[in-house]
């Protein structure tokens, strides 16, 4: 089982940029397709961006294409989520998760592995 502690979240201005990243450790980092995924109060958790395990193939949910990027560093045990142009609508805990299989894409069933969240906040 894999450790995964995120890191990076605050309180951001519309139109600012934050970059989380996402620890992890326990067992071999590059074994293990990569996402993030966001949860906002009230709402079901959302899918953001997945990266497979050697970081050639990424996707993205239709709500952050051309404004965040998903890339990780199998050197460093880490995964990051760079976000530009924040709206007020990507408010949420956002969440990295790990999965053995090899491309489990934005299906929330097929990640085995969570971190316990950061929080972002976008302000008007």
């Known amino acids: 089982q894999l450790h995964l502690v995120e890191s990076g979240g605050g309180l951001v201005q519309a139109g600012g940029s934050l970059r989380l990243s996402c620890a992890v450790s326990?067992?071999?980092?590059?074994?293990?397709?990569m996402a993030w995924f966001r949860q906002a109060p009230g709402k079901e958790r959302e899918f953001v961006a997945f990266?497979?395990?050697?970081?050639?193939?990424?996707s993205y949910g239709n709500s952050v294409k051309g404004r965040f990027t998903i890339s990780r560093d199998n050197t460093k045990n880490t995964l990051y989520l760079q976000m530009n142009s924040l709206k007020p609508e990507d408010t949420a805990a956002y969440y990295c998760?790990?999965?053995?299989?090899?491309?489990?894409?934005?299906?929330?069933?097929?990640?085995?592995?969570w971190g316990q969240g950061t929080q972002v906040t976008v302000s008007s």
């Open positions: 326990g067992r071999s980092f590059n074994g293990y397709a």
């Open positions: 990266i497979n395990q050697i970081g050639g193939i990424t």
């Open positions: 998760a790990a999965s053995a299989r090899a491309m489990p894409l934005n299906m929330q069933t097929s990640y085995n592995d």
